[in-house]
C-alpha cells in the first residue's frame, strides 16, 4: 500500500499548481481522501477530504474557492488544483487515505499517508 504525491514546487503569488496523489496496491475509490500541508514549525493541518464512494468534499476556510480536490478512479489518482496561491500557502502537502466511512477533516481518521510535496509560494 502505497500513496505516491508530486507536483509541488516554487510558484509566484497568485499563480497555480496542481498536485497529484496516486496510489498503488489498493483503490482510491474505496477509501476517503484526504489533503493536509504542514508549515516549518506548525501542526500539519486539513486542507481537502473527498468522501469514500461519495462525492462529499470538504475544504478548510483559508483555501476555499481557490482550492479544487478532484478524484480519477480510472487512474486511481486525486488532485489538489491550487489557484490563486499565498505565501502563506506554502507548507509540504501530504495525501491520506482513510478507511473511515465519514469524511473527516482530522489527521487521525486516516490510515496511509504519502511522502508529502513541496510547495513554496514566493516572488
Known amino acids: 500500500v502505497q500513496l505516491q504525491a508530486s507536483g509541488g514546487g516554487l510558484v509566484q503569488p497568485g499563480g497555480s499548481l496542481r498536485l497529484s496523489c496516486t496510489a498503488s496496491g489498493f483503490t482510491l475509490d474505496h477509501y476517503g481522501m484526504g489533503w493536509f500541508r504542514q508549515a516549518p514549525g506548525k501542526e500539519r493541518e486539513f486542507v481537502a477530504a473527498?468522501?469514500?464512494?461519495?462525492?462529499?468534499?470538504d475544504y478548510a476556510d483559508s483555501v476555499k474557492g481557490r482550492f479544487t480536490l478532484s478524484r480519477d478512479n480510472a487512474k486511481n489518482t486525486v488532485y489538489l488544483q491550487m489557484n490563486s496561491l499565498k505565501p502563506e500557502d506554502t507548507a509540504v502537502y501530504y495525501c491520506?487515505?482513510?478507511?473511515?466511512?465519514?469524511?473527516?477533516?482530522?489527521?487521525?481518521?486516516?490510515?496511509?499517508w504519502g511522502q508529502g510535496t513541496l510547495v513554496t509560494v514566493s516572488s
Open positions: 491520506a487515505a482513510s478507511r473511515v466511512f465519514s469524511l473527516s477533516t482530522t489527521t487521525t481518521s486516516y490510515d496511509y
Open positions: 473527498i468522501q469514500w464512494r461519495g462525492s462529499n468534499i
